[in-house]
């Protein structure tokens, strides 16, 4: 019987936190007050489910993730001058696109290697903090990764003739 009583006060306890939680929850931590006054804008907005990511203004999960994105990425070179074309992109899922850390973490990558030292990669362009990818839909932050990331070095390597068309290079 005493082991009923402490189950059932200790069932009690968390209850009555969990009521209390979720009230405060209810009114937005504000005690109930209204507040009058504006947030002032910020550059980023929602925090982004997928990858704890902030979004910038005014753009929506859906575009963050797929697009389209500004129009001074949609056909912009990369780090090693690969045109963006915005018809032919893999999605995130289908090359496994993720922060860098934990990329490296779950033993898919090695340290150092990220969407700002990638070939494919576009630089931020209109101050946002994102840039974009030749190769991948959507905003994309320099400290991401996924599957198709190039060194600059070898992709302008395979540019310089890598190819065996020697002829395109004669002088």
């Not at 005014?58 to 963050?64: A, I, L, R």
């Not at 045109?83 to 990329?103: G, I, M, N, S, Y």
């Not at 320099?142 to 890598?162: H, V």
């Amino acid at each position: 019987m005493a082991r009923f009583v402490r189950t059932r006060r200790r069932f009690l306890e968390l209850a009555g936190s969990g009521a209390v939680v979720g009230i405060a929850g209810c009114l937005g931590g504000g005690g109930g007050q209204q507040e009058t006054e504006t947030e002032p804008t910020t550059t980023t907005e929602a925090i982004d489910d997928d990858h704890g990511e902030e979004r910038p203004e005014g753009v929506s999960e859906e575009e963050f993730e797929h697009g389209p994105v500004p129009e001074a990425y949609r056909t912009a070179l990369s780090q090693a001058n690969e045109r963006r074309d915005p018809d032919d992109l893999f999605t995130k899922e289908a090359v496994k696109f993720q922060e860098a850390d934990d990329a490296v973490e779950a033993g898919l990558t090695e340290a150092g290697r990220d969407c700002g030292n990638c070939a494919e990669y576009i630089p931020d362009k209109n101050g946002d903090g994102f840039g974009a990818c030749a190769k991948v839909e959507g905003y994309v932050d320099p400290e991401d990764w996924c599957s198709l990331w190039e060194s600059i070095e070898e992709a302008e390597a395979e540019e310089g003739g890598g190819d065996g068309d020697e002829t395109a290079y004669a002088v």
